[in-house]
């Protein structure tokens, strides 16, 4: 009270303990002219304020801070998948922040959405963030919230953070490879300090979210080169789950591709009822470099190129190696080149042997084939579909 009247300016959010209650206290000086008249005390229990930003969090969550999947909508047969799956139940039974690795488009989302579901936090919020969705200008405060006037455009009343609506539930960060290594320090403190600061505001919060990060980069390479700091890769690589590339578990893409056909049949008002042997052996043959989003591409694809309720080897090839803008394989053309029309025809001519002798030798088995021409198996397949070479 005293050193309000002295100071003749508020002092809010004063922590005091009154009778073993902890209660916030603001003192408002009444200034009449340059002399103090009075002051206006405004006291809160702290236990009340606890419960308010709870209830506040619950509404949030309610505006979907919820985790959709869970590990049965993981579509899979191998046993490669099986281990990883079990690995991520044995996961969720603690609440240490786990790094999730592995290529784009293999489900490191769904998979953390798994975890959380099984996890004892899976009644509270699970708030994903894509890390290379944000503004570096806009990361903090999407992060962390600001408090009411912080600066220029703010809205009124301040806003809270993603971390914040997090709060007893799970903070998923996707990406995490892209955020600014300035921002990464903002970052590691928070973790360590388990509180958060708006900005603009003279207050921490304290919070208690789990953190899942995921990443399709190394991120000890990234720390090598200066782009990621390695004291916050060890607060995030507690627990690393990997998550296999669908190259790595084949038996499950005739299985993923099926469940594909299936939901777009429905979308579409289709009813491919399957593919033939030929075209299976296609697709399971498919490198597949964009993992289960690109299968699942293809059968969206496929359902909309499909005249008949099966899908063939000609249709699923089509729908696989679709025409693109031909990449030459010989660099830019010198000057020589480029005013000696018959020596590139000639050379394009030589190609298209080179192809053929190599189907020769392998009997017509394509894979086997662009080894041998030291290319990739789609672009052996375009480059028959342009010289019309039919094996």
């Not at 973790?191 to 919060?205: A, S």
Request: glycine share 6%.
């Amino acid at each position: 009270f005293q050193k309000g009247m002295n100071r003749k300016k508020p002092i809010l959010n004063e922590l005091l303990e009154v009778e073993e209650n902890k209660i916030t206290f603001d003192f408002v000086p009444v200034l009449v002219g340059d002399s103090v008249a009075g002051i206006v005390i405004t006291c809160q229990s702290v236990t009340k304020i606890q419960q308010i930003e709870t209830q506040i969090r619950k509404k949030l969550s309610e505006k979907g801070l919820v985790a959709k999947y869970h590990f049965s909508d993981i579509i899979h047969r191998s046993e490669i998948m099986e281990e990883t799956i079990f690995l991520a139940q044995r996961y969720a039974a603690v609440s240490s922040n786990i790094l999730i690795v592995g290529e784009t488009g293999t489900g490191k989302e769904l998979m953390a959405q798994g975890i959380h579901n099984v996890s004892e936090r899976k009644n509270k919020p699970f708030v994903a963030v894509n890390c290379a969705a944000l503004p570096e200008n806009l990361l903090e405060s999407e992060l962390f919230g600001y408090a009411d006037g912080a600066f220029t455009g703010s809205r009124r009343g301040g806003k809270i953070g993603l971390v914040e609506q997090a709060h007893q539930g799970t903070l998923f960060l996707d990406e995490i490879s892209e955020l600014p290594i300035n921002f990464q320090g903002k970052l590691l403190r928070v973790l360590q300090e388990k509180q958060v600061r708006r900005i603009g505001d003279d207050r921490v919060i304290d919070v208690d979210v789990r953190i899942i990060a995921a990443t399709n980069r190394n991120l000890k390479q990234q720390v090598k080169e200066g782009k990621f700091r390695q004291d916050l890769l060890y607060r995030l690589d507690i627990l690393k789950l990997y998550i296999p590339a669908l190259r790595e578990r084949r038996e499950d893409i005739t299985l993923i591709f099926q469940n594909s056909i299936k939901k777009y049949n429905k979308r579409f008002g289709r009813d491919i009822s399957g593919c033939t042997k030929e075209a299976e052996e296609a697709l399971c043959n498919y490198p597949f470099e964009g993992n289960i989003r690109e299968l699942s591409n293809i059968a969206e694809r496929l359902c909309v190129m499909a005249r008949d309720n099966i899908i063939d080897e000609r249709l699923m090839r089509a729908a696989l190696y679709p025409d693109d803008v031909e990449v030459p394989i010989y660099g830019t053309p010198d000057i020589q080149d480029r005013e000696d029309r018959g020596a590139g025809e000639s050379r394009l001519e030589s190609e298209r042997e080179r192809i053929v002798d190599a189907l020769r030798k392998t009997e017509g088995k394509k894979t086997e084939a662009a080894k041998l021409l030291q290319m990739d198996r789609s672009t052996l397949w375009r480059k028959m579909k342009h010289y019309q070479i039919h094996w």
